[in-house]
């Protein structure tokens, strides 16, 4: 039967996540509900491609046209602002239908490229290049028992852990988006990176109701730092963190981390992803000390005639200056022009 594809529509919706939640490559960052947080959040525009035989789905393709002028940015990517993302279907003739689809979407839109984020190493088809060795993502199965999986830590970590245990931290589930943004905005401020709006954060918990959600480390009644997870189709993935300095001198991290494989252990979640990292960074180093290995992630890009690949990597030489003076912006400042800049970034 001939495969038609065409952009979601709002009826289309239940379909499209029934298809996600079936596929064995569906993944969190596939769900229909992204195209409202993304929109709605940074103002650019979503086109979920959905491929169909005989009136009924058999793939799709979440796509967002990028539009930045201060980063010279004009992409078409599946998926902006998640780690992965790329086409799943029923079959390889799906796949191919799916790209050509998104091909032509490129070519209409006027955009520069088109990135997909794979998460398992992709087909290396004609004309596409490889993105840049940047990232890597780290996931590992988690054992139903909490001592068992406590004793898969490597000893330093397990001692910081502990530490945290033994000076009386503790943890609350909750979804407190203006605790967590408070937090978080701390964090990405002292490493000279722009701040998400805090309505982003509301509108992950609102749109995914209890597959997101916050987890907050308390010494007393004094919140140190915070994590927002997704849950989903057995395995949970510590998104987004951020804390304080107090955190860092009682262990706070490594307790919160710990507490986020209670949570997933005690709710039958068999794997944890620690999510992407940038190679030669603190956090790719956090969490290899954590014991995850490193896995390379295979982005692919098709350009335009003309175009090269975005660079919008803040390690690059001539990003560092920026950052440099960024953090010695007024966190309130920071704050009010950070969402103007880091959604065109994604």
Known sequence: MSITCRVMTDDDRTRWDDFVLAHPAGHFFHRAAWQDVIKTAFGQRPYFMLAERAGAICGLLPLVHMKSRLFHRNTLV????????GPIGSDDAV???LIEAATALMRQIGADSLELRTIHDPVQRPGWQPGPPIYDTFRRALPPDEEVCLKLIPRKQRAVVRKGIELGLTSRIDRDWRRFFGLYAESVHNLGTPVFP???FRLLLDCFGTDAEVLTVYDGDTALCAVLS???KGEISPYYAGGGTAARGKGGHDFMYWQVMRRAIALG???FDFGRSKRDTGPH???????FTPTPLGYQFLLQPGATLPDTNPLSPKYQRKIELWKR??????NALGPFIVRGLG
């Open 78 to 85: 599946s998926t902006p602002f998640c780690v992965y993302g």
């Open 95 to 97: 796949i191919e239908a």
């Open 198 to 200: 805090a309505r982003y």
């Open 230 to 232: 997704f849950a989903y």
């Open 269 to 271: 979640l068999g794997t």
């Open 285 to 291: 180093k956090f969490k290899t000390n954590w014991g």
């Open 329 to 334: 912006l007024p966190r309130p400042v920071a």
